[in-house]
């Protein structure tokens, strides 16, 4: 289905390139956005991270010529811009000194449910969130893009950058180790629903 | 494999997937047509601001030109707007203070450039060099020129408004004569200050108030004739007692 969206993606744009962008951004930002929030540490972080990332890949599709376009697979694509983009703002990052820490609003809440779930539900995805920081990068990247993300195992294995084996091994090693590092106390089904 | 724990884990990772939209806004820029003094424009604008004018002459009266002038220099997707960014039609008109401005992408050099010149008041004129003096990089009269032959912005930051040195209004990005006529527009008496250029002065004092100033400013306009003296270089006037004007900035005493 996945391969059905970015199919009629990649004829929009070899159409009409900032009319199919559009459609680019419409149909994978929630995407980017998830994983740039498991790559960087501030929402307002993730939120820059994700947009530039959509620049670059205009900038680079300006350059493609149809053929190239129809050949894309344009979210694993994208994801891979993400995590390089990611990687190069550390590294600009680790050679400048960082600013002096700025006021800092809340973590926005993801969704509006009723009040009391959302607090329940707020906290047991906070300790989740966190848990999932502790994860080794390769491992967090894999973890992400399989269970918060969804994407099939060929996607993660391809923004991974290896066969797909490795990348089954990398989210199974995760997910055992965000267990081990979950609190023990967390009974099942809590902040599921 | 699929114990309860393990699978609760595995659902709950997905409620850490964002719900957050609008990514467009940060992506796209937005164009659209508008009336200026020069004539029609077409302009384009970010969440930031305003980032590229150009008049609908210098692109053959055809909007894809433009778009595609803009996608070349700034490597951003476009769609028409909606309306136009707040303070724009009136900036344009040559009343109210210019909108925002999006100058990223911009060097610091080129934004200390723009910076400066958006400092001329209407109806005043500045050299190029005092343009690159301003911008912190007096020998770069030059580069300073370069810089406003590019202008991204041109009336929003009125490079019409820096000229030569000698008195000729010099280049400007959609032509001389479009120049000569903003500046008109904006009572600048382009005979005059060729006249002066033509005597040799570049400098103007009162010897009432002992203050020199370039000719167009505000301050040397009201000098009446029998208290005006002309100077060739600033040099000169601060030998001869004259402190520089502290509104126009003809430079510091060398």
Redesign the interface.
């Given at each position: 289905m996945v391969d059905d969206i970015d199919g009629g993606l990649r004829t929009a744009l070899v159409a009409d390139l900032d009319v199919g962008f559009a459609d680019v951004v419409r149909a994978h930002e929630r995407t980017l956005y998830s994983v740039a929030l498991q790559l960087t540490h501030r929402p307002a972080d993730a939120e820059d991270l994700a947009a530039d990332t959509l620049l670059r890949a205009y900038r680079a599709l300006r350059g493609y010529d149809a053929q190239r376009v129809m050949a894309l697979r344009v979210r694993p694509w994208l994801l891979t811009i993400l995590r390089n983009t990611a990687r190069n703002a550390a590294r600009d990052a680790s050679r400048r000194p960082a600013p002096p820490p700025g006021f800092e609003t809340a973590e926005e809440p993801s969704a509006q449910p009723s009040v009391e779930e959302q607090a329940e539900h707020g906290e047991a995805q906070r300790v989740l969130g966190a848990a999932l920081r502790q994860l080794p990068d390769v491992q967090r990247l894999a973890v992400t893009l399989r269970h918060v993300v969804d994407l099939p195992i060929s996607e993660v294995a391809e923004v991974l950058g290896c066969p797909e084996g490795t990348a089954k091994s990398h989210i199974s090693r995760g997910l055992q180790r965000l267990r081990s590092v979950l609190p023990a106390a967390e009974p099942s089904g809590r902040g599921v629903r | 494999m699929t114990d309860?724990?393990?699978s609760?884990?595995?659902?709950?990772?997905?409620?850490?997937?964002?719900?957050?939209?609008?990514?467009?806004e940060?992506?796209?820029a937005s164009w659209t047509a508008a009336p200026s003094r020069a004539g029609a424009v077409f302009v384009a604008f970010t969440d930031v601001g305003v980032g590229f004018v150009r008049t609908a002459e210098s692109v053959g009266d055809d909007p894809a030109r433009f778009l595609d002038a803009y996608?070349a220099r700034f490597?951003?997707?476009?769609?028409e707007a909606g309306k136009p960014p707040r303070g724009l039609l009136p900036a344009l008109r040559g009343t109210g203070r210019p909108p925002e401005l999006d100058l990223r992408g911009l060097t610091a050099f080129e934004q200390a450039v723009l910076a400066a010149t958006a400092r001329v008041p209407a109806g005043q004129t500045r050299p190029y060099g005092w343009v690159a003096r301003e911008a912190g990089n007096p020998g770069a009269v030059r580069a300073a020129a370069s810089v406003l032959a590019r202008n991204p912005v041109p009336l929003l930051v009125p490079c019409h408004r820096v000229v030569r040195a000698d008195g000729q209004v010099g280049e400007y990005l959609f032509g001389g004569e479009r120049k000569k006529q903003l500046l008109r527009a904006e009572s600048v008496n382009l005979d005059e200050v060729a006249a002066f250029a033509r005597a040799g002065v570049h400098f103007i004092g009162s010897d009432t108030t002992g203050v020199v100033c370039f000719p167009t400013c505000h301050n040397a306009r009201r000098i009446t004739p029998a208290h005006r003296h002309g100077f060739r270089t600033l040099a000169t006037a601060v030998r001869d007692g004259y402190r520089p004007c502290k509104r126009c900035r003809p430079g510091v005493a060398a």
């Open positions: - | 309860p724990i393990e609760s884990m595995v659902s709950s990772l997905m409620g850490l997937a964002a719900q957050l939209g609008g990514l467009a940060r992506v796209f996608r490597g951003r997707p476009l769609r």
